[in-house]
């Protein structure tokens, strides 16, 4: 079984992206990790090359800066690396640049992959999702952020990434039918010293909106405040051992009141009504579970 890892990134010093810890989380289960590297204003391109080279394979891309809407810059860059995995993958492990694999999911990963592997009914594998914030002690608990999302995918040239490349789709512009596994990815784009977070808004929202929506939308600030948030609650676990050194290096603090609950009205009333029915209200599923 040949297994191929792809992800891409630009300015990771600068926005303080997780990358290296992000690549080494799924170097154990891949053959060989292809990194779409854009031009960037720091070393991250050198930073990429400081990680085990024997595993890795680099492209070097140049970012449109005039797709300014929905993100779609993302989705093309994330084309570009899929499209350097060979032909003979079976199978596809994406990962962003702030998303890590915790080695507890090794297993679940491989045996995931084995089991179906030649049931091309099978077009993806759906993992399960941790979104931290503020600090490596919280999660978000709203129901905003995704549950699940798709991050291992068949080598097929009619699959693409779809919309700011959150997952996938099977041309014209169909769902890709998935098997939710036994695997969690921990989301670690909402902890980062917060100028660092403070500049990658400006830069991230760049992909979304003219500049005119930024300056209006996008504090003017050399901090993010990470304060304006509905509901967290507290992460009683333990983190993959890649972030260790990431995690004792923080030189931030951020305290949340878990009493403090700002949930908008309309998630309450889905929360009531979901309860009742046993399924989730409105959730957003970008793939059908086979």
Known sequence: MKVYGFTIIRNAVKLDYPVVEAI???????DEVIVAVGKSDDSTLELIRSI???KIK???TVWDEKQREGGRTLALETDKAFAAIPDDADWCFYLQADEVLHEKYYSSVKNAMLLYK????VEGLLFNYKHFYGSYDYLGSSWSWYRHEIRIIRKNNFFFSYKDAQGFRKMPNEKL?????DATIYHYGWVRDPRAMQRKQREFNQLYHDD???ERHVANSNEFDYSQIDSLEYFKGSHPKVMEERIGRLNWKFDHDLSKNRLAFRERLKRIGSSLIGIRIGEYRNYKIV
Request: include cysteine.
């Open 118 to 121: 030649d049931d091309t009914r």
């Open 52 to 54: 085990d080279f024997s």
């Open 58 to 60: 680099i492209i070097e």
């Open 177 to 181: 039918n998935v098997k939710l596994i």
């Open 212 to 214: 005119q929506w930024i």
């Open 24 to 30: 080494k989380s799924i170097l154990p289960v891949c």
